[in-house]
């Protein structure tokens, strides 16, 4: 098969987003206005939810969720959220900034949240799961729903690399009080650096766009409240809050991709069910497990058999044109910030987070890749660990061999 070149990211802007872009910059209605309303709205009907509040990035959805956790339910200093070992960091870093004690649990062959650690870890100080879905697989909602009504424990969703997938039909963000999505550059769609909360609570809806904006009344219902007390209500402040808006350029952007999301998903699922028939019958590589829902695939994840199998993958697969890269940040508990945090959070023992962090990677998907690409990475992956096995039967034998001409 002749070379091919696959990015993990790619551009999927055309002219109609530059159109967009122009028409709102022509417009001068450039700040947080009507083209984010507009695109908060069609995107909670997309989701299936109520409401949407958006923001300047994913990390910044989950900052929100969190300050409204302290908000609104009064958690106290000290009290227990229970989240995976495996997730980006900034999932974990405002539950830390707001002094809750993050509880990092292990993960299973889906790659999310495993229920035995849910269960290891739980607390009489547990107030919260926030949950994360990894790489597009849906978590095992049926399971964690029943477990947070028996425990009377609140469920949030960190849904940034799971836009879509969906458990019984009902997509992810959905199930707990709020959800958080990324529109990151790269991602299922894309904003440039975006992010929004979705929610079916009013009260909830009302407290993000004010934590969003400066803890500003002025956009919320609760400015009913203060015209008995206030002439003016424009500039009355009744909370702590950050300004963490987009812009109507960023949003009118994701009005139009919101358009081309149904299609680039169906292309992505076609192209994991195709990369997993491949490698699954290789039987040389453990994949991610996709036991529940309905996956969107934000990329292909896999386990090779050891720390150095991986690497040499890692290695090898970019000099064939394919760009690859390690699972999400690993098991967090060995990145160095986290080493930093100690006492700042509890862990269960993460073996799997860690098998993930030593032999996990992963390679791309998107609605660019075709039939042919999948073909051309899965065959690449199984030619190198044919060549790693080669190599390691030479090296037992006491050759040192130069195959690779290092
Ligand atoms: C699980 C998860 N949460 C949060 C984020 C943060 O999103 P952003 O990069 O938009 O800040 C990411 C980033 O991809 C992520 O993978």
């Known amino acids: ?36 309303k507009e695109f908060e709205e069609a995107f909670a009907r997309w989701n299936g939810s109520k409401y949407g509040v958006m923001v300047n990035s994913g990390s ?61 870890m739980l607390s009489p100080r547990t107030k919260a799961i926030f949950l994360v879905h990894l790489l597009g697989q849906p978590a095992n909602m049926s399971e964690i729903i029943q477990l947070c009504k028996d425990k009377n424990i609140i469920l949030i969703e960190d849904c940034c690399e799971s836009l879509g997938s969906s458990y019984n039909k009902i997509k992810v963000g959905n199930f707990g009080i709020m959800g958080s999505f ?42 009913e409240k203060y015209k008995a007390l206030y002439d003016n209500t424009d500039f009355i402040f009744d909370m702590m809050g950050y300004n963490l808006r987009s812009t109507n350029i960023n949003a009118a952007l994701g009005l139009i991709q919101l358009k081309k999301l149904d299609s680039s998903l169906l292309v992505r699922k076609k192209n994991h069910e195709l990369f997993e028939s491949i490698l699954r019958n ?59 945090l100690k006492n700042k959070y509890i862990n269960d023992i993460c073996l799997y987070a860690d098998a993930i962090h030593d032999n ?38 006491g050759f040192k061999n130069d195959l690779l001409g290092k």
């Open 1 to 36: 098969m002749e070379k091919m070149e696959i990015k993990l990211m790619h551009d999927s802007f055309t002219e109609e987003e530059l159109d967009a872009v122009m028409n709102c910059l022509r417009s001068g209605e450039y700040t947080q206005g009507r083209i984010v």
């Open 60 to 120: 910044s959805a989950n900052l929100i969720m969190v300050a409204l956790l302290k908000e609104k339910y009064d958690f106290q200093d000290g009290d227990e959220i229970i989240v995976p070992s495996v997730t980006w960091p900034t999932t974990i870093y405002p539950l830390i900034q707001y002094n809750l004690k993050p509880v990092l649990c292990d993960v299973d062959e889906s790659f999310n949240i495993s229920l035995e650690s849910i269960r290891r």
């Open 182 to 223: 990324s529109f990151y550059f790269g991602h299922h769609m894309t904003t440039i650096e975006g992010g929004m909360v979705v929610t079916d609570d009013s009260e909830i809806y009302d407290l993000l766009k004010s934590i969003r904006s400066h803890g500003w009344v002025r956009g919320s219902s609760r400015v």
């Open 282 to 340: 290789s039987k040389k590589v453990k994949l991610q497990k996709v036991n529940f829902g309905e996956t969107t695939s934000f990329s292909f994840g896999l386990l090779c058999n050891s720390k150095e199998e991986r690497d040499f993958v890692l290695k090898y697969l970019p000099k064939q044109g394919i760009e690859c890269r390690p699972i999400v940040a690993g098991n967090l508990i060995r990145q160095p910030v986290f080493q930093k």
């Open 360 to 397: 996990g990677l992963y390679l791309p998907n998107n609605q660019f890749i075709d039939e042919e690409k999948v073909k051309y990475m899965a065959e690449k992956v199984i030619e190198l660990l044919n060549i790693y096995e080669k190599l390691n039967i030479v090296n037992s034998r």
